[in-house]
């Protein structure tokens, strides 16, 4: 069976052209025009380009005393319906949890997806066991990394911590990733607002203001160079943390940063709504900033000195969200998004002006593949690589609400934002899970998708032989009185 995508324009991070394209087995086989194939699909006035990479999701994942709503099921689902055919979700160890128990753990949530997946690993304690098993996770093809700066004594690692994962990360060949906040400030900061009575939704972003994440994000950038590990800072969602990431860009350290679709598009007076369900549905770490951060972001995505979109899909519903009522840190941090994230970054930066197409499909797609390792197999339209495609259709409307979505939450953050630009087709390895705008997937269809490290090449960080391989200094003689 092969299927042809037909008078749609190719539009990946780089070129558009008119061609067809021919897909047998889930890979793609030609492109060119006059292309045929058993099953048509029309692309006429259409855009075709690598389905939507998000390199962040948190999938029934165990957290402030509950489980993200959002499992492998309904989460994949809202994924495709939105045009992203691979999610990279957090396995996610408790402290004290084995690496590879937690992996068996993720193993046997993830059968149910209905697009393919790949995990980072996170680490959450460190100890000896932690460091021999980062190497059976890598041949596992997990490579990257994940540490948390803040969540004070639960999943915070203290800079000890960070350091030596770091370095192993590194040794491995792998990514660190970092959450980029000071874990001891919010925890001060939260406490001094609840005693001086502070206990709304508002009250969190009052907690974990823009300094906290600059300051986190520049120790992770200087605690990477000195271990000699690429950093790559998850939910960047400030001017503090992109500037430290910018400067670090600029001094040839390997560095990238990922601001998150909420970020870019909602602001932080959502926390000073008077409808406390309102406010507390839209708490999560980082908190929503001022248009001066958004506008930083949206400059980082095109200068480049933010490369990727994400959503940290972390949904929790309303009755979850309530657990904080009396106590804004026991509301679950955590936002949706995964449906929307294409359409609106769309919207809000293909429509504008501010993004191209080809720098959409870059900072959806193509640049994720690369910095994990996934390209050219995901991330590209080219012969051989994987068909997740999207045929895009630049003139579909509609209004998001929480009432047509797949996240299996009661709202929606975006709720009656009109967004222009949808899927007509999504394709998951060949096989059409979206058709004609409607979600026609199958639960299991997704598989896990291995990566390889990237070796231990192209580290480009400033002073990492000198501080890691140090050489004795070598003295004439003894001097002869006491210096
Ligand atoms: N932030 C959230 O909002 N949710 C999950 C974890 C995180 O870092
Ligand atoms: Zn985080
Ligand atoms: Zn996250
Ligand atoms: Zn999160």
Redesign the pocket.
């Known amino acids: 069976m092969s299927t042809v995508i037909r008078n749609g324009t190719v539009v990946t991070a780089d070129l558009s052209y008119k061609a067809d394209v021919l897909i047998e087995g889930g890979k793609i086989a030609a492109i060119g025009e006059g292309l045929t194939g058993d099953e048509v699909l029309d692309a006429t006035g259409c855009l075709v380009m690598p389905g939507g990479i998000d390199p962040h999701t ?1 999938m029934e ?1 165990p ?1 402030m005393g509950t489980y ?1 709503a959002d499992d492998f099921e309904s989460g994949t689902r809202a994924a495709l319906a939105g045009g992203t055919t691979m999610v990279v979700d957090f396995a996610l160890p408790s402290p004290g949890q084995g690496l590879l128990d937690a992996l068996k753990m993720w193993d046997n949530k993830s059968g149910r997806a209905h697009c393919d997946y790949s995990y980072h690993m996170a680490v959450t304690w460190w100890s000896e066991q932690v460091f021999d098993e980062m190497a059976e996770v890598v041949k596992r093809g997990i490579t990257s990394f994940k540490h ?1 700066m ?2 004070k004594g639960a999943l915070m690692v203290n800079d000890d911590e960070l350091f030596a994962s770091f370095r192993r990360v590194g040794d491995l060949g792998g990514i660190a990733l970092v ?1 980029a906040e000071n874990g001891d400030v919010v925890a001060e900061l939260s406490a001094q607002l609840l005693a001086d009575g502070n206990t709304g939704p508002e009250a969190h972003a009052y907690s974990r203001p823009p300094q906290v994440e600059g300051e986190a994000t520049n120790r992770a950038i200087m605690v990477a160079d000195m271990a000699g590990v690429p950093l790559y800072v ?2 960047v969602s400030c001017e503090d943390s992109h500037e430290a990431i910018r400067r670090a860009k600029q001094q040839g350290k390997r560095v990238w940063g990922e601001p998150l679709i909420q970020h870019l598009t909602l602001d932080e007076s959502e926390y000073f709504n008077p409808d406390w369900d309102h406010a507390a549905r839209r ?4 908190p929503f900033r001022n248009k001066k951060h958004q506008d930083s972001l949206w400059a980082g995505l095109q200068s480049g000195g933010l490369s990727v979109v994400a959503t ?1 899909h ?1 949904a929790f519903t309303t009755e979850q969200k309530r657990y904080g009522v009396g106590d804004f840190t026991k509301i ?4 949706g998004g995964l449906e929307d994230r294409m359409p609106m970054l769309w919207t809000h930066g293909v429509n504008t002006g501010r993004l191209t197409p080809n720098e959409f499909v870059a900072v959806t797609s193509t640049n994720i593949a690369k910095i994990l390792n996934l390209y050219p197999r995901k991330g590209a339209v080219l012969v051989g690589a994987d068909a997740d495609l999207v045929v895009w259709d630049p003139e579909a409307e509609k209004t998001i609400s929480a009432g047509s979505q797949q996240s299996a939450i009661d709202y929606n953050v975006f709720e009656g934002q009109k967004v222009k630009g949808l899927p007509r087709y999504t394709l998951t390895r060949g096989v059409v899970a979206v058709r004609e705008g409607a979600l026609d997937s199958r639960e299991g269809h997704g598989k896990f998708v291995a990566r390889e490290p990237r070796g231990q090449v192209n580290r480009a960080l400033t002073k990492w032989k000198d501080l890691t391989a140090p050489r004795p200094v070598e003295r004439s003689g003894i001097p002869a009185s006491g210096v």
Do not use: E, K, R
């Open positions: 948190h994942m957290f993200s948390f803040a969540y959450h998850v939910h708490v999560m770490s980082p940290d972390c679950p941090n955590g936002t």
